[in-house]
Structures are given as structure tokens and as C-alpha cells.
């Protein structure tokens, strides 16, 4: 059974650091894990379910910009709690942390008096190991996390993904006649065979469906099974999940998302089944819609159908992961992404969508498993360089798709440090704005008066910054020379670093 954050603050190590709760459920968050970190950019690196212990000194100095962009950021990635002890960077919790922990859900905890971090970690270990049974957890401990992820509202993706992991294996759910409707997304360990544990899933009115565990039949996996069988029926009546069978269009992405093979013409044929025929002029167009984690995402769907029917006329929506997704044809794509996104913000899911990302317009219907996994990469890049713009396109992103698919990370640091580094130890030395700058000036198309508005300085102000940056860099900015080049390493820092240049000073590690 996963702990609670108030079972956490309670632990001898974490209550030593007399806690206190400015914001949040304390009593009704579960934790995962607990982890500390002084680093400012870590929401790029948690994997959810997270309590992070921080002293502050990676906030210290930062803007208010930039302490709302941390929490959010936080909240992302689906960390759950943020816990800050005071008197070594901060003597009170800054403003910007309260308020965004309330609005994003985030438990907010103040620890008064200093207690070290590794005794909190190690106290948190010995409770998990607690509930540990000679290498697998126990039959109640596996029927209270996936009970717990239910009513929080977690949503069926994260009771998947929770299965998989508790039965090692792969997990996917058939609707009654052994159409796959959604799947976890755990990949595969190298023992997997093909044998499958399988459990049905019943609702008031019978079968619903079929839970399939991907693995070797074994007690302990039989077990998980029978459990996550209860726990997917409660999820399943809760909201818009009473349904039990899939749409066309969700058990089409479900296909896709799972890597079954389907050749143009069987996908063309069930988009057609699914109401989306070929139109002469479209393209497909695939719109990932990031919603809140507090939200589950099949709460909002019908939210965004309705958004995507009045925006984009006949629209096909099905959940994926954490994602709500939108295939529709469109003959104006990059228009298409903010139009939907406007309605969203005029209908019933404001409020709860954080971003929508575009794929590339395909003009193949085949096409189509591929414009998927584009929209949720760009969604997950644009997380990862701290990109928190309303709409992104795939476009906007594809320079750092290349870098982070084609450039080995240490040559990567190495391009970024040879162009980059004299103004980022210029930055540091001196308290100045030079990166934040350049980022600014190649943005605004090396138009002076557009840049000095966005930095918020006069054109005199922008001329001596020019002209430092020239003396550093040995060669003007706008020289052809080193112009894509510096652009390049930008964006190679970015994804170093997932920092957005434009929130704020810089910082080096």
C-alpha cells in the first residue's frame, strides 16, 4: 500500500523537520517516492507520484516567472508534493510557490527546522520495504494501489500502467467481444513469452471486458490480475467511462498506440467506419490535447469532442495515456491547432487543458500511426525544453526533434559549450542577460525594436548588449557566418538544460 504524504511527514526523520502544510490534500495524496534535488530544471525528470525535498538553492535568485514555471512544471510531470526547507535560501515559502501548488493540485509543505534529506529518503525506503513480501508485494498492499489510484482519480490509463508494473508484463483491455480498447504502458522485459493471464472485468450489466497481462501464467501475476479485473471495473464506472465498449475512433488509436500492424487501406476503411471518410484537399491532422493530471483525461474527452466538432467540423477523439486526441481533416492545419485550442478555452474544458500540440498534416491515410507518435513526441519535447506556449506545432519543435533523435549527447555539449559558453560565464560573472538576449534577438528575426520591446529595454540598452555579445562571440550576431550556428546551439541548450531562455536570468550548473 502506498503511503499518503501525511503518513510521510509523519516518518521520525521528516517530522523532525517540523512540517507544515501551506497547500493541498495531505491526507488524501498518495506518494510513490520521495526524492531530493537542488536543481531548478528536475520537473524534466521525474517520472510522477514524486514528494521533492529541496532546500531552495535552485530557486534562489529566480524570477516569479520562473518559481510559477518550476511548480508547474512539477505538477507535469506529475510529482504530487514539493516540500521546502526554510532558512538556508528562503526564510518563508515564496507567493508564487502557494499559489501555483493550489491551483496545480501540488501538496505544499514547509519544513521549519533542518533535518538531513537522506535520513527522510531512507525512512520512506524502510516503510515501502515494510509492505514488501519476499520479492512481491502482498495480495493487500497490490488491492490498496490500484484502489487508491481509482479514488484519486487517476483514470484507467494510470490503473493500467500500474497493473503492468505490479505484474511485470505488458497489460491490455479488450472490450466484450476481444476488441483492444486501451493499453498500459509498460514495454515488454526481455522474459515475456507469449502466454497471457486473462481476467474478465465485470459491471452491473455483465461482461464489460477482458483485462490481458501479457505474460507467464504465475500466482502472484494471477492475483494482480484478479485485483486490477475490480479496480478497472470501479474506474470504468466512473463519469464518462461507464461506456463498455470503445468507439471506433478509441479502439483505432488503441491499435495504433499498441503497434498492430494496419495497412493504409484497413486504416482508411476505419476512419471511414468511424465517420471521418477521405475529403478531397485534407489532410489528416492528429492534436494531442495535455489535460491536468488531477483530470482524467476520459473526463474531458467529451469536453474537447465537443470543441473539436465546432472547430474543425467532423472529429474523431479517443484517449491516449494521459492524452486526449483529436484526427480530424483539415486543408488549414496550422490554423486548425489554435482554433481548437480557442474553443477548448471557451468550453467546458477550460481550465484543464494545459497544451495542444500538432502533428504534421499527412496526406496518407497510412499515415496516420505515425502523425500519432509525432504529436505526443512534440508534447513530450515540449515538456522536456520547458516550452509552455498554449498551442505548439510540430514545426516549431523540429530543430530540437533532430538534435534529440540524430546528435549523441556529449557532442551535443560539446557544439552548445564551443558557441555558448563565454556568454553563460559572462551571465554568471556578472548578473547580465546576454544569452537571454541573443534567444531574443534571433526570435524577433534581428529586428532591434521588437526585441528590445520583448526584453523590456530601451534600443540603447539592446545596442550595448549587442555590442558585448559581439566582443565575446569575436563576430557580430548577424553574421552569416555563425548565425544558424548560434541558433543551433541555443536550441541544443535547451534541451540540455529545459529552460526556457525568455523566463527569466540564467543560470549555469
Known amino acids: 500500500m502506498l503511503p499518503t504524504v501525511a503518513e510521510v511527514l509523519a516518518l521520525p526523520a521528516v517530522a523532525a523537520a517540523e512540517p507544515r502544510v501551506l497547500v493541498g490534500d495531505a491526507a488524501g495524496t498518495v506518494v510513490r517516492w520521495v526524492h531530493s534535488s537542488e536543481v531548478y530544471e528536475m520537473g524534466g525528470l521525474l517520472a510522477g507520484g514524486e514528494l521533492l525535498l529541496t532546500t531552495g538553492l535552485g530557486l534562489h535568485g529566480r524570477s516569479p516567472r520562473q518559481l510559477v514555471d518550476y511548480a508547474d512544471r512539477l505538477a507535469d510531470a506529475g510529482c504530487v508534493g514539493l516540500a521546502l526547507e526554510l532558512g538556508r535560501s528562503f526564510a518563508e515559502v515564496p507567493d508564487e510557490l502557494v499559489s501555483t501548488a493550489g491551483r496545480r493540485g501540488l501538496v505544499l509543505v514547509e519544513l521549519t527546522a533542518v533535518a538531513p534529506f537522506a535520513r527522510m529518503v531512507e525512512d520512506f525506503h524502510r516503510l515501502l520495504v515494510a509492505g514488501a513480501d ?64 486473462v481476467a474478465d472485468v465485470r459491471g452491473p450489466h455483465g461482461l464489460a471486458g477482458r483485462l490481458v497481462l501479457h505474460g507467464r501464467a504465475t500466482r502472484a501475476r494471477a492475483g494482480v490480475a484478479d485485483r486490477a479485473a475490480v479496480a478497472v471495473a470501479l474506474e470504468l464506472g466512473r463519469g464518462a467511462t461507464t461506456a463498455t465498449r470503445p468507439s471506433p475512433a478509441q479502439a483505432l488509436v488503441a491499435d495504433l498506440d499498441a503497434g498492430v500492424p494496419l495497412s493504409p487501406a484497413q486504416v482508411r476503411a476505419r476512419l471511414t467506419d468511424a465517420g471521418l471518410p477521405p475529403t478531397a484537399g485534407a489532410d489528416l491532422l492528429v492534436l494531442a490535447v495535455l489535460v491536468d493530471r488531477r483530470t482524467p483525461p476520459e473526463e474531458v474527452a467529451p469536453a474537447v469532442h465537443a470543441a473539436a466538432d465546432s472547430a474543425l467540423g467532423r472529429s474523431l477523439v479517443a484517449v491516449s495515456g494521459r492524452l486526449v486526441v483529436v484526427v480530424a481533416r483539415v486543408r488549414a492545419p496550422r490554423e486548425s491547432a489554435h482554433l481548437l485550442r480557442t474553443a477548448l478555452d471557451d468550453g467546458r474544458a477550460a481550465g484543464a487543458v494545459l497544451l495542444v500540440a500538432a502533428s504534421d498534416p499527412v496526406a496518407d491515410d497510412g499515415g496516420l500511426a505515425d502523425a500519432l507518435a509525432q504529436a505526443r ?71 532591434k525594436s521588437r526585441t528590445a520591446s520583448a526584453l ?31 541558433a543551433v546551439a541555443l536550441v541544443g541548450w535547451q534541451l540540455r538544460t529545459g529552460t526556457d531562455p525568455q523566463a527569466g536570468p540564467v543560470r549555469t550548473r
Do not use: K, N
Request: proline letters at 8%; hydrophobic letters at 45%.
Open 134 to 197: 519476499h520479492g512481491h508485494r502482498p495480495a493487500e498492499a497490490v488491492w490498496h494501489e490500484l484502489l487508491a489510484l481509482v479514488v484519486t482519480g487517476q483514470g484507467l490509463p494510470a490503473v493500467l500502467d500500474a497493473t503492468a508494473g505490479l505484474a511485470g508484463c505488458p497489460v491490455h483491455l479488450e472490450d466484450p467481444v476481444g476488441r483492444r480498447w486501451a493499453a498500459g504502458r509498460v514495454p515488454p522485459p526481455p522474459e515475456v513469452t507469449g502466454e497471457c493471464t
Open 377 to 447: 513526441s512534440v508534447v513530450e519535447l515540449a515538456h522536456r525544453v520547458g516550452v509552455r506556449r498554449p498551442v505548439v506545432l510540430a514545426g516549431d519543435l523540429a530543430v530540437h526533434q533532430l538534435l534529440a533523435d540524430a546528435v549523441p549527447p556529449a557532442r551535443l555539449a560539446a557544439f552548445v559549450d564551443a558557441r555558448l559558453r563565454p556568454l553563460l560565464d559572462h551571465d554568471s560573472a556578472h548578473g547580465t542577460e546576454l544569452l537571454r538576449t541573443l534567444d531574443a534577438y534571433l526570435t524577433h528575426g534581428l529586428v
Open 456 to 486: 523590456g529595454i530601451r534600443r540603447q540598452s539592446l545596442h550595448a548588449r549587442l555590442d558585448r555579445l559581439t566582443a565575446l562571440l569575436g563576430a557580430p550576431v548577424e553574421d552569416p557566418a555563425q548565425l544558424v550556428g548560434l
